[in-house]
């Protein structure tokens, strides 16, 4: 985290000065570890093995916090008795459908489930009850099994067990922050299913100090799933419509009219097709639902990679994403590009993915030729978020605005600058047009007040558009207020109250030395600025605080209503003894201690019913390609349900002891680096970031460079069976830098391999542009669609990499880089 | 005037002439919160607009900065300190007794490479911001002969870029090997705590950058007094290594403007344990070179006065 997310972390130093105990988790020694308390290395793409270790510790020593887990989890709910578990179907649940590779999911229901009253057993002793089976589910991660797939000793394994449960409970509290370090990898849902599994038995969720941060790559991440660039979802986590769903009703058939707040999920589509459509949105043409554009698969960036390869995709839009260099299998990404007839590319620098077509690495080698690539690329000048107003989105769902400090340089404009103008003149054109097709554009609201010398369309009438209006036209406080009647819109239910009042509430910035330790008046979280989701959780059954050091959010009896330091996540007046009455539904059919309001059963769900592909419960298999075979669920060796993207050029490797397992032994792992960002199309051409982390290099072991005779600042080869990558002499050094650690993990030695360097061209230097992401394969991703990029296999050869077209060999061993040049 | 090339000295700025004058500031670096993400580094550059110095790997860990210089006048170093293995807590290892004084510099093999497994061995990182340490007695401003070194009146030490000659004379007197010559201008360069920007109130663009506060800037009495409450608490906390460096107005440089929490020896982060101001003795070279030449003199005088018949 202080590697990547260096401005974050400074709140981790300071918990730390006041006390905190800092355990890092990662295959490599950073600058993180430098300064945790505890570092743990760990086989990479184990997470979920080491994760689960924990859970069972916490079950088999009865670490878990046992009234909030009895009142706020499904721990008592009892299963259907037809329910199989991973552990008899040899690390595959009942309903596999091998045909599909899919799941039905019918027997991983509650018990009666269509009773009024499902059947629970709140002692939770019942050997069909979740917390029963949940502790024979993780009951095969001992120690013994942490340290044979993780390669973690039962001695470091021991002293994070004891850390992480000794700081949980009733008056203390823990929090767990990942990054793509979880996301990439084929299991990640597993990894983070079962994170949340081990915070909710400790009680780490819904209390203060509590949760899962996921840190992500990029600013303002969060903002862009809430109001998504995610093909699959609308704003406010509302599925895209599939073309099955001819109408508004039969689309939400599965939640309207459900327990929970998903039941009015009519209120949200409703308003937000009304922000979008305005007065042509009526009940009559089902509030322009028809308008929306259908899904008939799965529309994947990998996905499309493949159909630009084949020729579907004709255009594409590549904004503040450089796929050329920053995506798996870079090669591959560059083969579709170079297939397509148009491409827009909005960056701050002329990044690769708008020159692959004449220096892309295929070019030097001659795989491809400049002539033959009839790609027409527009590149448009990006400007930057000092140059923009507009909101960032943070980890803990926290709004903070930016103001335009200055007018962008040149040409370069805003993203909405450029999307408002396109819509016009895209509007223009079409409206003389008498064609249905057409309709959904000519109806668009699209009259944003534009301001200033480019004519920039103002960022804080989008917000209050996405922050809603009722009826009278004034903004809503809340997502509570919107209607299905079309009388009020949104367009993110979400983040309806950003703008309550008229004031931009995401633009406050009053210190926390003026206001309570809760700090509500510093920018704006959605929901309904709550800063702890399902804070109900801080308070007991009863509505009182688990601890005074704790507390939160509680019942007045006095008042009649939930108080505290936060807004309450709860109906302000429900009370905590209130029971529904038979036939409720929505939020009135959760109880008084339903704290998790967004779940049908108003549970913490340690075992997902519904909702997850890959199975109701996290189980451990091996990533995609891996040296080692699965030593938990030998007969399944990767997640059985992982998209697998077939193409000659994303070959995959065998593992373990499959035939050929041997070709490519060593794990391998690509990482960033605190003077980078991302891609590097906002640093990698900067000098003083630059002369900080100028070259490519990777770090192994002292272990594996002597197997293979690497040496310190020498030159390394890395091959897989997608590429091979090792820069020339024009990088600098291509380094070896050994590792500071022998490597203690099992099997085989990890190669770290950082995706950041000096953009060379920009910084006055020759540039090569062979990056690490070209090694790693489309290997397949878990049902949540994400790219298993971070654990990875390889072989490493002492050699550099032969570039170019075939010749004379001009430096066959270069140390070092003179220092200027 | 002894005082005024050694030993405490209470009013810094006064002794330079500033009849009414600020009071003094610096640095205080916590290196115990210092993450290494050289914001420092980058912050000091852009705002002092220095000039990038090479794209250079140079394989010590992710320091390829090296060392300060005329182009870098922050510098975050990552010490390589060889450590307990296993699960112990890195901030309760106690130091490793070795039979010669680790200092902290780069050994002939990789690091990591003598270590193996079963010595049960770790190696972790001290990081720490480097930076001029504005001496209470400045040699390099005593050797200068133009005048290009001046005290400010907030009783930093700054070169004027415009007044400098390039002779050098200031770069062996540091006793820290702060200050250094750009080769391809010939002048020297150093940190001027961005003396720019205190005239206007603001804070040093490192301190002002750094993230978890590592760098603080401020009063020099108020940054002493926080780092002393520091060190306690540190010691408290069961980080018995935790001491300060250049703080002490009693030592060879008078103390330092710019001090520092060091979680090892100071020799450890590359700094001498005990620095001296190189021109502490001139006084008595001084006296010395004019008993000598004194005695010179009577010696020729006596030769010419034996001469006589």
Same mark, same amino acid.
């Given at each position: 985290?202080?590697?990547?997310?260096?401005?974050?972390?400074?709140?981790?130093?300071?918990?730390?000065? &006041?006390?905190?105990?800092?355990?890092?988790?990662?295959?490599?020694?950073?600058?993180?570890?430098?300064?945790?308390?505890?570092?743990?290395?760990?086989?990479?793409?184990?997470?979920?093995?080491?994760?689960?270790?924990?859970?069972?510790?916490?079950?088999?020593?009865?670490?878990?916090?046992?009234?909030?887990?009895?009142?706020?989890?499904?721990?008592?709910?009892?299963?259907?008795?037809?329910?199989?578990?991973?552990?008899?179907?040899?690390?595959?649940?009942?309903?596999?459908?091998?045909?599909?590779?899919?799941?039905?999911?019918?027997?991983?229901?509650?018990?009666?489930?269509?009773?009024?009253?499902?059947?629970?057993?709140?002692?939770?002793?019942?050997?069909?009850?979740?917390?029963?089976?949940?502790?024979?589910?993780?009951?095969?991660?001992?120690?013994?099994?942490?340290?044979?797939?993780?390669?973690?000793?039962?001695?470091?394994?021991?002293?994070?067990?004891?850390?992480?449960?000794?700081?949980?409970? &009733?008056?203390?509290?823990?929090?767990?922050?990942?990054?793509?370090?979880?996301?990439?990898?084929?299991?990640?849902?597993?990894?983070?299913?079962?994170?949340?599994?081990?915070?909710?038995?400790?009680?780490?969720?819904?209390?203060?100090?509590?949760?899962?941060? *996921?840190?992500?790559?990029?600013?303002?991440?969060?903002?862009?799933?809430?109001?998504?660039?995610?093909?699959?979802?609308?704003?406010? !986590?509302?599925?895209?419509?599939?073309?099955?769903?001819?109408?508004?009703?039969?689309?939400?058939?599965?939640?309207?009219?459900?327990?929970?707040?998903?039941?009015?999920?009519?209120?949200?589509?409703?308003?937000?097709?009304?922000?979008?459509?305005?007065?042509?949105?009526?009940?009559?043409?089902?509030?322009?639902?028809?308008?929306?554009?259908?899904?008939?698969?799965?529309?994947?960036?990998?996905?499309?990679?493949?159909?630009?390869?084949?020729?579907?995709?004709?255009?594409?839009?590549?904004?503040?994403?450089?796929?050329?260099?920053?995506?798996?299998?870079?090669?591959?990404?560059?083969?579709?590009?170079?297939?397509?007839?148009?491409?827009?590319?909005?960056?701050?620098?002329? /990044?690769?993915? *708008?020159?692959?077509?004449?220096?892309?690495?295929?070019?030097?080698?001659?795989?491809?030729?400049?002539?033959?690539?009839?790609?027409?690329?527009?590149?448009?000048?990006?400007?930057?978020?000092?140059?923009?107003?507009?909101?960032?989105?943070?980890?803990?769902?926290?709004?903070?605005?930016?103001?335009?400090?200055?007018?962008?340089?040149?040409?370069?404009?805003?993203?909405?600058?450029?999307?408002?103008?396109?819509?016009?003149?895209?509007?223009?054109?079409?409206?003389?047009?008498?064609?249905?097709?057409?309709?959904?554009?000519?109806?668009?609201?699209?009259?944003?007040?534009?301001?200033?010398?480019?004519?920039?369309?103002?960022?804080?009438?989008?917000?209050?558009?996405?922050?809603?209006?009722?009826?009278?036209?004034?903004?809503?406080?809340?997502?509570?207020?919107?209607?299905?009647?079309?009388?009020?819109?949104?367009?993110?239910?979400?983040?309806?109250?950003?703008?309550?009042?008229?004031?931009?509430?995401?633009?406050? &910035?009053?210190?926390?030395?003026?206001?309570?330790?809760?700090?509500?008046?510093?920018?704006?979280?959605?929901?309904?600025?709550?800063?702890?989701?399902?804070?109900?959780?801080?308070?007991?059954?009863?509505?009182?605080?688990?601890?005074?050091?704790?507390?939160?959010?509680?019942?007045?009896?006095?008042?009649?209503?939930?108080?505290?330091?936060?807004?309450?996540?709860?109906?302000?007046?429900?009370?905590?003894?209130?029971?529904?009455?038979?036939?409720?539904?929505?939020?009135?059919?959760?109880?008084?201690?339903?704290?998790?309001?967004?779940?049908?059963?108003?549970?913490?769900?340690?075992?997902?019913?519904?909702?997850?592909?890959?199975?109701?419960?996290?189980?451990?298999?091996?990533?995609?390609?891996?040296?080692?075979?699965?030593?938990?669920?030998?007969?399944?060796?990767?997640?059985?349900?992982?998209?697998?993207?077939?193409?000659?050029?994303?070959?995959?490797?065998?593992?373990?002891?499959?035939?050929?397992?041997?070709?490519?032994?060593?794990?391998?792992?690509?990482?960033?680096?605190?003077?980078?960002?991302?891609?590097?199309?906002?640093?990698?051409?900067?000098? !003083?970031?630059?002369?900080?982390?100028?070259?490519?290099? /990777?770090?192994?072991?002292?272990?594996?460079?002597?197997?293979?005779?690497?040496?310190?600042?020498?030159?390394?080869?890395?091959?897989?069976?997608?590429?091979?990558?090792?820069?020339?002499?024009?990088?600098?050094?291509?380094?070896?830098?050994?590792?500071?650690?022998?490597?203690?993990?099992?099997?085989?030695?990890?190669?770290?391999?950082?995706?950041?360097?000096?953009?060379?061209?920009?910084?006055?230097?020759?540039?090569?542009?062979?990056?690490?992401?070209?090694?790693?394969?489309?290997?397949?991703?878990?049902?949540?669609?994400?790219?298993?990029?971070?654990?990875?296999?390889?072989?490493?050869?002492?050699?550099?990499?032969?570039?170019?077209?075939?010749?004379?060999?001009?430096?066959?061993?270069?140390?070092?880089?003179?220092?200027?040049? | 005037?002894?005082?005024?090339?050694?030993?405490?000295?209470?009013?810094?700025?006064? #002794?330079?002439?500033?009849?009414?004058?600020?009071?003094?500031?610096?640095?205080?670096?916590?290196?115990?919160?210092?993450?290494?993400?050289?914001?420092?580094?980058?912050?000091?550059?852009?705002?002092?607009?220095?000039?990038?110095?090479?794209?250079?790997?140079?394989?010590?860990?992710?320091?390829?900065?090296?060392?300060?210089?005329?182009?870098?006048?922050?510098?975050?170093?990552?010490?390589?300190?060889?450590?307990?293995?296993?699960?112990?807590?890195?901030?309760?290892?106690?130091?490793?007794?070795?039979?010669?004084? #680790?200092?902290?510099?780069?050994?002939?093999?990789?690091?990591?490479?003598?270590?193996?497994?079963?010595?049960?061995?770790?190696?972790?990182?001290?990081?720490?911001?480097?930076?001029?340490?504005?001496?209470?007695?400045?040699?390099?401003?005593?050797?200068?002969?133009?005048?290009? =070194?001046?005290?400010?009146?907030?009783?930093?030490?700054?070169?004027?870029?415009?007044?400098?000659?390039?002779?050098?004379?200031?770069?062996?007197?540091?006793?820290?090997?702060?200050?250094?010559?750009?080769?391809?201008?010939?002048?020297?360069?150093?940190?001027?705590?961005?003396?720019?920007?205190?005239?206007?109130?603001?804070?040093?663009?490192?301190?002002?950058?750094?993230?978890?506060?590592?760098?603080?800037?401020?009063?020099?009495?108020?940054?002493?007094?926080?780092?002393?409450?520091?060190?306690?608490?540190?010691?408290?906390?069961?980080?018995?290594?935790?001491? =300060?460096?250049?703080?002490?107005?009693?030592?060879?440089?008078?103390?330092?403007?710019?001090?520092? =929490?060091?979680?090892?020896?100071?020799?450890?982060?590359?700094?001498?344990?005990?620095?001296?101001?190189?021109?502490?003795?001139?006084?008595?070279?001084?006296?010395?070179?004019?008993?000598?030449?004194?005695?010179?003199?009577?010696?020729?005088?006596?030769?010419? =006065?034996?001469?006589?018949?």
């Amino acid at each position: 985290m202080a590697e990547a997310h260096p401005v974050g972390f400074q709140w981790v130093m300071e918990a730390k000065s &006041r006390g905190a105990t800092i355990i890092h988790v990662d295959p490599r020694f950073t600058r993180t570890s430098a300064v945790a308390d505890i570092h743990v290395p760990i086989r990479a793409g184990t997470d979920m093995a080491f994760l689960g270790g924990l859970v069972n510790y916490v079950l088999s020593n009865e670490k878990d916090f046992r009234e909030y887990v009895v009142a706020f989890t499904n721990a008592a709910a009892i299963l259907r008795a037809d329910f199989v578990d991973s552990d008899d179907l040899d690390g595959l649940f009942s309903g596999f459908d091998a045909e599909a590779r899919s799941y039905d999911t019918t027997t991983w229901q509650y018990a009666g489930v269509d009773e009024p009253v499902p059947q629970r057993d709140e002692s939770l002793q019942h050997p069909r009850c979740v917390y029963q089976v949940l502790r024979r589910h993780f009951a095969r991660y001992t120690p013994e099994m942490v340290q044979r797939v993780c390669g973690i000793t039962p001695a470091s394994f021991a002293q994070v067990a004891e850390a992480l449960t000794s700081n949980s409970g &009733r008056e203390r509290t823990s929090a767990l922050c990942y990054a793509v370090g979880w996301t990439h990898h084929s299991t990640g849902a597993q990894m983070i299913r079962t994170a949340a599994i081990l915070q909710t038995l400790l009680g780490n969720v819904g209390r203060p100090g509590g949760g899962i941060l *996921a840190l992500r790559g990029h600013a303002s991440i969060q903002g862009s799933t809430d109001i998504p660039t995610l093909y699959n979802l609308l704003p406010g !986590y509302i599925p895209m419509p599939r073309v099955e769903s001819t109408s508004l009703d039969k689309h939400l058939a599965g939640d309207v009219g459900k327990t929970g707040f998903w039941g009015n999920s009519r209120d949200y589509v409703v308003s937000l097709m009304k922000a979008w459509w305005g007065d042509a949105a009526t009940a009559d043409n089902d509030f322009c639902f028809g308008y929306l554009p259908r899904l008939t698969g799965n529309h994947g960036t990998y996905q499309t990679v493949l159909a630009q390869i084949a020729g579907d995709v004709k255009g594409y839009f590549v904004v503040g994403e450089n796929p050329s260099v920053g995506s798996a299998n870079a090669r591959l990404q560059r083969q579709g590009l170079a297939n397509l007839e148009w491409l827009v590319v909005r960056d701050l620098q002329m /990044i690769e993915t *708008a020159t692959f077509w004449k220096d892309g690495p295929e070019i030097e080698t001659g795989e491809m030729v400049t002539a033959d690539i009839g790609t027409e690329v527009f590149f448009l000048p990006a400007a930057a978020h000092t140059e923009k107003a507009g909101s960032f989105t943070n980890t803990q769902r926290l709004l903070q605005w930016h103001h335009k400090a200055v007018e962008p340089p040149g040409d370069a404009r805003s993203d909405l600058w450029f999307y408002y103008h396109l819509g016009r003149i895209v509007r223009d054109r079409l409206a003389a047009s008498t064609d249905a097709r057409d309709r959904p554009l000519q109806d668009l609201t699209w009259d944003y007040p534009v301001e200033g010398e480019s004519d920039d369309p103002s960022a804080e009438a989008v917000l209050a558009e996405i922050g809603g209006f009722d009826a009278t036209g004034a903004p809503v406080k809340a997502y509570t207020d919107l209607k299905d009647d079309g009388s009020t819109s949104a367009g993110c239910w979400i983040y309806c109250g950003v703008t309550a009042d008229g004031v931009n509430q995401s633009a406050r &910035r009053k210190p926390g030395r003026e206001q309570s330790w809760v700090a509500p008046e510093w920018g704006w979280a959605w929901p309904a600025n709550r800063r702890t989701l399902y804070n109900r959780a801080s308070a007991d059954r009863d509505g009182k605080p688990w601890s005074a050091r704790k507390a939160y959010v509680w019942w007045d009896e006095g008042k009649g209503e939930w108080t505290g330091h936060d807004v309450p996540d709860f109906e302000k007046d429900k009370r905590p003894d209130y029971t529904p009455p038979p036939g409720a539904s929505a939020q009135a059919a959760l109880a008084g201690d339903d704290a998790f309001i967004m779940q049908g059963d108003g549970k913490a769900w340690l075992f997902a019913p519904s909702g997850l592909a890959d199975g109701p419960l996290p189980a451990y298999y091996e990533p995609p390609e891996s040296p080692v075979d699965n030593p938990v669920h030998p007969a399944q060796q990767r997640n059985p349900l992982r998209e697998i993207v077939r193409h000659p050029g994303n070959t995959m490797h065998p593992s373990g002891s499959e035939p050929g397992g041997d070709v490519f032994p060593y794990v391998f792992s690509t990482h960033r680096l605190t003077e980078h960002h991302t891609a590097g199309g906002m640093s990698r051409t900067l000098p !003083y970031l630059s002369e900080l982390q100028p070259a490519f290099f /990777i770090e192994v072991g002292p272990g594996l460079a002597e197997e293979r005779g690497l040496e310190h600042l020498g030159w390394a080869t890395v091959v897989t069976a997608r590429s091979a990558i090792g820069p020339g002499p024009g990088d600098g050094a291509d380094a070896t830098a050994a590792s500071r650690r022998p490597h203690r993990a099992p099997g085989r030695h990890p190669v770290a391999l950082g995706t950041h360097r000096a953009d060379h061209r920009r910084c006055g230097q020759r540039d090569r542009r062979h990056r690490a992401r070209s090694q790693r394969a489309h290997p397949g991703q878990g049902r949540q669609l994400r790219r298993a990029a971070r654990a990875s296999a390889a072989g490493t050869r002492p050699a550099r990499l032969r570039r170019g077209l075939p010749g004379p060999r001009r430096h066959p061993r270069r140390r070092h880089r003179p220092a200027s040049q | 005037m002894s005082n005024r090339l050694s030993g405490p000295l209470a009013d810094v700025a006064g #002794d330079a002439g500033y009849a009414a004058h600020p009071s003094r500031v610096g640095f205080f670096t916590d290196t115990s919160v210092c993450i290494g993400c050289k914001a420092c580094e980058v912050a000091c550059k852009e705002w002092n607009a220095i000039p990038e110095d090479g794209l250079t790997l140079t394989g010590m860990s992710y320091d390829n900065t090296g060392a300060l210089g005329s182009d870098t006048w922050r510098h975050v170093a990552f010490i390589e300190k060889v450590a307990p293995a296993g699960p112990v807590a890195p901030s309760a290892h106690p130091p490793i007794e070795t039979s010669t004084v #680790d200092l902290g510099m780069p050994g002939s093999r990789p690091p990591g490479r003598d270590l193996d497994a079963a010595a049960a061995v770790d190696v972790t990182w001290l990081m720490s911001s480097d930076v001029c340490k504005h001496c209470t007695h400045a040699a390099c401003l005593d050797v200068c002969p133009t005048g290009a =070194l001046v005290r400010t009146e907030f009783g930093t030490v700054v070169v004027q870029e415009d007044v400098c000659n390039g002779c050098g004379y200031c770069v062996p007197a540091c006793p820290y090997g702060v200050i250094d010559k750009r080769p391809s201008d010939g002048r020297v360069f150093k940190c001027t705590l961005c003396y720019d920007r205190l005239g206007s109130g603001l804070t040093p663009a490192c301190a002002k950058a750094c993230p978890t506060e590592s760098i603080q800037f401020g009063d020099l009495d108020e940054l002493r007094a926080r780092a002393d409450a520091r060190v306690a608490s540190l010691h408290e906390a069961g980080v018995p290594q935790a001491r =300060l460096y250049g703080h002490d107005p009693a030592d060879g440089v008078g103390g330092d403007g710019a001090f520092f =929490l060091l979680l090892d020896e100071p020799q450890v982060y590359g700094l001498p344990p005990d620095p001296v101001v190189t021109t502490k003795d001139l006084p008595a070279m001084w006296r010395h070179a004019g008993v000598a030449s004194l005695g010179l003199a009577a010696g020729v005088a006596a030769c010419f =006065l034996g001469r006589r018949p």
